[in-house]
């Protein structure tokens, strides 16, 4: 089931939520929706879902205008991060729900409702738990019935809020991977909400950033990462250092420190730079001329991680190194380095 939003607008009060925006999703996509805290992704989800009712703009499922269908005959899942499961109920009653609520012409008889609900608690791998109450269970737990009983009434358009925002780093690593498969093998369309730029690039087939009430860029995770449309998309979807000075015959100067731009590209006051983009060295060469001093290393994980002071630093800046080059450097708190500028980003001061 396709999705299309035109024109939807929200205002509460004086606060304008979204500004008309419009976004169309394909049937079997799956789009994340991303976004500082009040930016009005949740808004947005909660008007597709017909929870919320748009100032303007409409919304079809397919060929059908839903924009005025109540959210009950919109056939649509939903998954909260507070998990919202009957606490009274076994996880198989709770996965069971929908199906017994059905009016009475489309109800499956018992039989068929026992198949269908074991299939998906085998599918969620909780089938052994079939019988425990909630209160019994691991938040993850929780959340993989919550997904399960969100499916069990097979939705067109499965909404997610933030599934997995209560839940600890590696139970929503897990999660996430897991939704992936779902999705794959259900094909439902669906949508989620996130801040996580992790959780969005990771599973979705295209994201949308969202700031102050606006669409700011619609693409695939590869495209957003590496061809940001503004300075704020860049700088929400990973770390950011930055440099800012004057420019001056093709170098962007900032005290003794410089960076030597194209000569070609348009003069700016300002590039950013991500950590992985930095070269740290001994010594400075015809590309840049950055003296930082090492304030903190973190060799966990894939990369190590360093922190970079210098007197020409607004904040202090983070560079990403591979452990090979780690070994062979030997940084250390307090050591004197130079930094060389792999890459570098610079946006249109209207897009600042
Ligand atoms: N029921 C409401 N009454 C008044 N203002 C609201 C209401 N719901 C949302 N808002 C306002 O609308 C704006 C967008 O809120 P929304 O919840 O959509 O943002 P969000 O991006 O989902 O944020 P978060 O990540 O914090 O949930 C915010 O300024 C919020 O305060």
Known sequence: MSISVTGVSRRFGNTTALHPLSLEIAKGEMVGLLGPSGSGKTTLLRIIAGLETPN?????????????????????GFVFQHYALFRHMSVFENVAFGLRARPSSERLSNAEIHDRVHHLLERVRLEALAKRLPAQLSGGQQQRVA????????????????????????????LRRWLRHLHEEFNFTSVFVTHDQEEALELSDRVVVMSNGRIEQIDTPQTLYRAPANRFVFSFLGETNRFAGEYREGRLHRDQAWIQLDKAGAPTSEVLLRPHELILTTAPDAR??????????????????????????????????????????????????????????QFAPENA
């Open 147 to 174: 997904l399960a009983r969100a499916l069990a009434v097979e939705p067109e358009v499965l909404l997610l809020d933030e599934p997995f925002g209560a839940l600890d780093a590696k139970v929503r690593l897990e």
């Open 56 to 76: 303007s703009g409409s919304i079809h499922f397919g060929d059908r205008d839903v924009t005025h269908v109540h959210v009950r005959k919109r056939r649509v």
């Open 288 to 345: 840049a001329h950055l003296p930082v001093t090492v304030d903190a290393v973190s060799p966990v994980g894939s990369d190590v991680r360093i922190e970079l002071t210098a007197d020409w630093m607004d904040t202090p800046w983070l560079a990403s190194i591979t452990h090979h080059d780690f070994d062979r450097l030997r940084p250390e708190r307090g050591g004197a380095f130079f930094v060389i500028p792999a890459r570098w980003h």
